[in-house]
């Protein structure tokens, strides 16, 4: 069992396979991004052995994100190789973050590796928006990739990002269209992440608000629902459907954290908004053998810190922490 110094239990890993994407959405990334060169991924082999060494001490639940996880060549086998370790029971839950781009691909090739659950990122059901956000999308092929998920059997969860001035009058449309579909919905503050083309300071918009809008036209019944992660959820007593709060900014949840995140070169970091990292990389090509990356691993949970501290407003409009989400893995 991994147990950092404020006695969490690290169950949960996320490992971003690729730092890119088919978007560039606004609040996500500049359109003019610089991605890694491809040679300093880790390979697919690779990758596995590191999640593999997690399963091993300790971890209960893999999430495949970047990037665009399901635009990584060939990352179908990465998700058959670690299927395994839902076979033997070692995993409880093996699960991706996706933009929905890929999934009429690969709907029913992940149901067959075990995965039952996919959060698909999807602000807006307005198509013009869609694309403005996304800036690179396609509305009809995401929507497509839902239904295709539906149709394997995935139960989806839709995830969200609040933005003032932009998706803020389409919270019901989207939570009736959630309802409708049986989708549970989580919305998310804008957090501070890398540096984008605009302003974040005009976008965020904190969900204690958006909450307190929502009651007027529908009844929310606050649930005991933790997953172990940030959200906080509702019942919409109207639709049934379930509903999350992830407030990185208005409320700090890292008391209950139990995750670290790996990004596709190796780093792990101990949490989403602070700089510290620990290199997998090196221990990882220095030995076939698995020790020195077990160690290595057991040696940054040591470092996991206490929390991030999130700020934006027009002081501190600068990222809080230099890479994007997509580097550390949404
Ligand atoms: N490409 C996949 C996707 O679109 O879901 C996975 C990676 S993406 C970085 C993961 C999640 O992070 C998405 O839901 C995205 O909306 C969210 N995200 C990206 N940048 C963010 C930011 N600055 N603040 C809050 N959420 C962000």
């Known amino acids: ?54 399963v091993d001490l300790g971890v209960r639940k893999i999430r495949l994100t970047g990037g665009e996880p399901l635009v990584r060549r060939n990352i179908m086998s990465l998700f058959e190789s670690l299927s395994r370790h839902l076979r033997s029971g070692g995993l409880e839950e093996l699960t991706l973050t996706t933009n929905g781009s890929q999934l009429e691909r690969y709907a029913e090739a992940l149901f067959g590796y075990g995965v039952r659950r996919v959060n698909i990122s999807l602000d807006t059901l307005d198509r013009a928006k869609f694309e403005a956000i996304t800036r690179w999308g396609k509305y009809d092929k995401v929507m497509a990739g839902i239904a295709a998920a539906t149709q394997a059997r995935l139960d989806v969860k839709i995830n969200m990002v609040a933005l003032k001035g932009v998706n803020d009058a389409e919270f019901d449309r989207m939570i009736a269209w959630c309802g409708a579909e049986g989708f549970d919905l989580t919305l998310i503050e804008t957090m501070p992440l890398g540096d984008i083309d605009g302003d974040r300071t005009e976008q965020y918009l904190p969900l204690s608000l958006v909450r307190a809008h929502l009651a007027r036209s529908w009844t929310l019944t606050d ?51 602070q700089e510290d990292e620990a290199d997998l990389c090196t221990p990882l090509r220095a030995s076939e053998a698995d020790e020195r990356l077990k160690q290595a691993i057991m040696e940054g949970i040591g470092r996991k810190p206490k929390g991030h501290d999130f700020v934006i407003d027009r002081r501190h409009n600068r990222p809080a922490v230099k890479r994007h989400m997509s580097v550390t893995g949404g």
């Open 223 to 273: 649930l005991p629902d933790r997953t172990g992660g940030p959200a906080r959820y509702v019942r919409i007593e109207e639709t049934g459907g379930r509903l999350g709060f992830i407030t990185p900014m208005t409320h700090n949840f890292c008391e209950s954290c139990n995750r670290v995140r790996v990004t596709c070169t190796g780093k792990m970091y101990m949490c989403l908004g």
């Open 1 to 54: 069992m991994m147990i950092d110094p404020f006695e969490r239990a690290i169950t949960y890993v996320r490992v971003s396979v690729t730092d890119r994407c088919d978007f560039r959405c606004v609040y996500c990334m500049a359109e003019n991004m610089t991605f890694l060169p491809k040679k300093e991924l880790l390979s697919l082999e690779e990758l596995d052995r590191l999640c593999t060494a997690f």
